[in-house]
């Protein structure tokens, strides 16, 4: 079956606009994360989405960054006025039900570049 | 602060050898701990779990050890495949926040044919 997939694989920005990194899971799969990979660095949790709770947004580095799920399915991570610090891997994940022991499954990410 | 560290960030082994990866964490509230596996341009994928309740799991060519004591956890590959070369992450997951995972910063291991 389908994986994880994520659009667009790249984005070049430039400072200051928004952009949208748009995540697909894997039909049927309750819960979805976010996470970053900035150069050099381990993986970076930012928010988590489990069926229709609240989101665990504890990781979101600024008031810039917002996410969404709608419909249970299709996420958007939207970064507002973004900054070069901002360049990194984005990487959104899926798992069955969102309990720590489910395998997260990732999609390849969206590589942000900001000029 | 980081609370999952992987201190060597590249390792390389010869082929057939034995490669032990490390990992140590800071926060008595994780309770489950993963391994994942990422090649260039790909995402993570899954390759080994351990709940705090054991201090051993294996897998085929894959062994994950926990030392709760010691706030550590290895990764062992016996034996080394020039396949097994990519990024090797450590993971872990606190006892109350979902499939929440902290990462840590990564082990390229390389093994050499």
């Known amino acids: 079956g389908a994986g994880v997939s994520q659009s667009p694989s790249n984005k070049v920005t430039e400072k200051g606009k928004d952009v949208e990194l748009r995540c697909d899971p894997i039909?049927?799969?309750?819960?979805l994360y976010w996470y970053r990979q900035s150069l050099g660095q381990g993986l970076e949790f930012l928010i988590y989405?489990?069926?229709?709770?609240?989101?665990?947004k504890s990781g979101l580095p600024s008031d810039r960054f917002s996410a969404e799920r709608t419909g249970g399915s299709v996420s958007t991570l939207t970064i507002q006025r973004t900054q070069q610090e901002d360049s990194a891997v984005y990487l959104c994940?899926?798992?069955?039900?969102?309990?720590?022991?489910?395998?997260?499954?990732f999609g390849p990410g969206t590589r942000l570049t900001v000029l | 602060d980081q609370q999952v560290k992987q201190n060597s960030p590249s390792l390389s082994v010869q082929e057939g050898r034995i490669s032990i990866l490390n990992c140590d964490y800071t926060?008595?509230?994780?309770?489950?701990f993963l391994w994942y596996k990422k090649y260039p341009a790909e995402g993570p994928t899954f390759l080994i779990s351990?709940?705090?309740?054991?201090d051993k799991n294996e897998d085929g060519r894959f062994t994950v050890f926990l030392n709760k004591s010691a706030k550590h956890l290895s990764l062992h590959i016996v034996p080394s495949q020039p396949g097994d070369s990519a990024v090797y992450f450590c993971?872990?997951?606190?006892?109350?926040?979902?499939?929440?995972?902290?990462f840590g910063q990564g082990t390229e291991l390389s093994v050499k044919p």
């Open positions: 039909s049927g799969h309750t819960a």
């Open positions: 351990i709940s705090s309740i054991k």
């Open positions: 989405f489990q069926g229709n709770s609240a989101p665990d």
């Open positions: 926060n008595s509230m994780f309770d489950y």
């Open positions: 993971a872990a997951a606190y006892y109350n926040q979902g499939g929440k995972l902290i």
């Open positions: 994940a899926s798992s069955l039900s969102g309990h720590r022991s489910d395998t997260q499954y």
